[in-house]
């Protein structure tokens, strides 16, 4: 059963940073090839994919609006998934969704957001003086 947890959401300043981490568990098939990433939902808005990383070639895709503050990183010993937050913004305020798939590259996780099966349950960011 593959399990995503994640955990470091809480409240920020703006301009201050947070790390988010999603800890996996549970890839019985070639634990090495999977797509990943972080997707966010606000009050009132849509969900939308805000890093992906592909464990196949490293590629990384971020959402334009984070480009530059966000940071995602694996870390295999650990089967972590973290996104390092700087520069945080009030509109960056949402629940942060960690998930994975095994097909597929890491721009169209992101973006397409189809065929997702593994869902955490999401953590919340509030960015707020």
């Known amino acids: 059963q593959v399990q995503l947890v994640e955990s470091g959401g809480g409240l920020v300043q703006p301009g201050g940073s947070l790390r988010l981490s999603c800890a996996t568990s549970?890839?019985?098939?070639?634990?090495?090839?999977?797509?990943i990433g972080w997707f966010r939902q606000a009050p009132g808005k849509e969900r939308e994919g805000v890093s992906c990383i592909s464990s196949r070639d490293g590629n990384e895709y971020y959402e334009d609006s984070v480009k530059g503050r966000f940071t995602i990183a694996r870390d295999n010993a650990k089967n972590t998934v973290y996104q390092q937050m700087n520069s945080l913004k009030p509109n960056d305020t949402a629940v942060y969704y960690c998930?994975?798939?095994?097909?597929?590259?890491?721009?169209?996780?992101?973006?397409?957001?189809?065929?997702?099966?593994?869902w955490g349950k999401g953590t919340l960011v509030t960015v707020s003086s």
């Open positions: 549970g890839f019985l098939t070639d634990p090495d090839f999977y797509v």
């Open positions: 998930a994975a798939r095994w097909q597929g590259t890491d721009r169209d996780m992101c973006t397409e957001q189809l065929s997702i099966p593994f």
